[in-house]
């Protein structure tokens, strides 16, 4: 990481700026690919938070399973692959005491952690115009099929593509996975459940059957390979 002078800033503030550093310097090295390239940047949100780290790794491969499900183009599962990796890089400008909250967040601090999908999109898309369509998923991530998501409100068709199988993916490694707020965490089952329940409601039936055509294979593979859970 370059070394930077920086005086007069709260702690919070410092660490932000330190990670924004690190997020830039990652950003300015030459990489051999963009998968490599996706992978730094995710160097430096484990920096922040070793939790959503995890779950963007893992994200990304499920993203590229289901863009793979759409038979969509290599082209467009090479970037739900990346959006997946980097879907929650905008979480380095959320504090961590939000982050690592156990307790129910109050409406500022689900503010200051909702600044996270626009705080990705600025940052992706300051990378080059080559990103614009990734940064344009992780804007809209947290939108859901009926409306009731954020930033926009966006509804259905409107909300881009990569968005909308990122959202599935990104939900169910939600509930499946230990969480700050929630140590207990949903089955397999348990979750794909509630995927085909909000089904057309909450997200894109499309993707829901890609993802729920996938899952059970991904999770036998993973319990398999078996990963360490942490860093
Ligand atoms: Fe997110």
């Known amino acids: 990481m370059r070394k930077r002078v920086i005086v007069g800033l ?8 330190v990670l924004m550093a690190e997020f830039e310097d990652q950003a300015s090295r030459p990489h051999d690919s963009i998968e490599s ?8 949100v484990a920096l922040h938070d070793s939790i959503t780290a995890l779950h963007a790794q893992r994200v990304s491969e499920v993203c590229f399973l289901v863009a793979s499900e759409l038979d969509l183009g290599f082209d467009i599962r090479e970037a739900a692959q990346i959006t997946g990796m980097v879907h929650d890089v905008g979480k380095l400008r959320v504090p961590k005491s939000v982050l690592n909250k156990s307790e129910p967040l109050t409406s500022e601090e689900r503010a200051q952690l909702e600044v996270h999908a626009e705080a990705g999109e600025q940052m992706i898309a300051s990378l080059g115009e080559q990103f614009e369509e990734i940064a344009r998923g992780v804007r809209s991530h947290h939108e859901r099929w009926d409306g009731s998501g954020y930033p926009d409100g966006l509804v259905g068709g409107n909300i881009p593509v990569m968005a909308r199988l990122l959202a599935v993916v990104d939900v169910y490694d939600a509930m499946t996975s230990t969480r700050a707020y929630r140590p207990s965490v949903y089955s397999s089952g348990a979750a794909q459940e509630y995927l085909a329940d909000s089904r057309a409601r909450l997200f894109d039936p499309v993707c829901v059957d ?20 942490s860093f």
Request: hydrophobic share 45%; proline share 3%.
């Open 210 to 229: 890609a993802a729920l055509a996938v899952l059970d294979g991904w999770e036998k593979g993973r319990r398999s390979f078996s990963l360490p859970d």
């Open 10 to 17: 709260d702690q919070e503030n410092y660490t932000a700026q």
């Open 37 to 44: 390239f996706a992978a730094a940047l995710n160097n430096a």
